[in-house]
């Protein structure tokens, strides 16, 4: 495990340009298996979870080419090949479920481990991916220790209603109907922008998909694959991130978007706390006119709340960037995540800085924010946002504060550091021993 070391207090100040977003690069890496055409990826980050699907690929026998100093990804699938006799699927990245439906389609089998595991986000089942590769016709047994699904004939389409809008389920659907004959639908689909990012990938491979960006996807599968040259757009998880960076320690940070019109609700989000965000020319920038200060609603006798849930309400991955804020800032807030029970247990690491913080379930939680804090030593679970959360006030708090157990951020932030020192921040990794 690694920590992070912060001397906060120092007002980040200067320009940044986001890496791609972990949850489109990672399914659109498991969709280029589906395609035996070359492939090129530009802005591929550099981060854990791409080095463990590349590694895939190389021991499939896929021809893999990657410049890490342009991000530019080059891959071959045509020589590939799987046995599921000695060809595993690592379980410590969730992710991996997504190799399942191109594995079906090239070979008839895949091979899950069978505790595919994220991070601590609460329960996370793997029922409803399951569900999809049986209505497509896969049979799915356990095997010791693992999952087998396979496949007899080809994957044929059907019309599918999800539980709830599941990302990863939603993109493992469109992955089994661009391989099966004929049209599928799906209801409650997922629509996050990178989702839709996902989607316009499998469209330039030529997959016939309609509907894109909202609740209801129509795949009309069964054609030819090709490939050729996609381009990821900027994180807007790592957009919001340094935008909050630079309003949480009074300083002016700028950021490369080329995707604004993500980001009205975020925006109005910000502006709950004193935060003016505004879009120029490619480039997001933050403004705070004073101490950050939540905003009285027009209903008085009720508290300012972010609510965050399935897209289009505000991502529920960044609901721990706003508590940071809700704890720095003057009054009080609540903030409410409607999808995972166990996301807000780390809060009570907020109360080694001096926090006030109070969770009244296991999906809710009030900040009384503008207390004083100090400097502190905090655990980080293994949840990407949090321990970047805590940094967030750390980098805020004037003196020395470590952020233990900080490994996630490098799942999804190739050049966290190096960008904090570019902005003026004093931070440094150190290896626990």
Known sequence: MSNLIVHGGTPLRGRVTPSANKNAVLPVLCATLLT????????????????????????????????????????????????????????????????????????????????????????????????????????????????LVRRVGMLTPVHHWLDYASVTTTENFVLCAVAAQGTSTLTNAASEPHVQEFCRFMQMLGAQIEGVGTSRLTVHGGGELGGGEFRFAEDFHEITTFLALGAITGGDVVVKNSAPENFPLIDRTFAKFGVRVEHRDGWSRAFVDGPLTVQTPFTPNVLTKVEAAPWPYFPVDLLPIFIALGVRAQGNAMFWNKVYDGALGWTGELSKFGAHVYQSDPHRIVTFGGGQLAPAVVESPYIIRVAIALFMVAASIPGRSEIRNATPIRRAHPHFVENLRSLGARVEWTAEE
């Open 36 to 147: 035996r055409a070359p492939l090129r990826l530009v802005g591929v980050p550099d981060i854990t979870d791409v080095r463990k699907i590349l590694e895939i690929f190389r021991t499939l026998g896929s021809e893999v080419r990657w410049d890490h100093a342009s991000a530019t990804l080059e891959l071959h699938h045509q020589a590939t090949h799987f046995d599921a006799a000695t060809h595993r699927l690592p379980e410590e990245m969730r992710s991996s479920i997504m190799l399942v439906p191109p594995l079906l389609a090239r070979f008839g089998v895949a091979r899950l481990e069978d505790n595919v595991k994220g991070c601590t986000l609460g329960v996370r089942e793997i029922d409803p991916h399951v569900e999809v590769f049986r209505s497509f016709g896969g049979q799915v047994e356990r095997a010791e220790g693992s999952l």
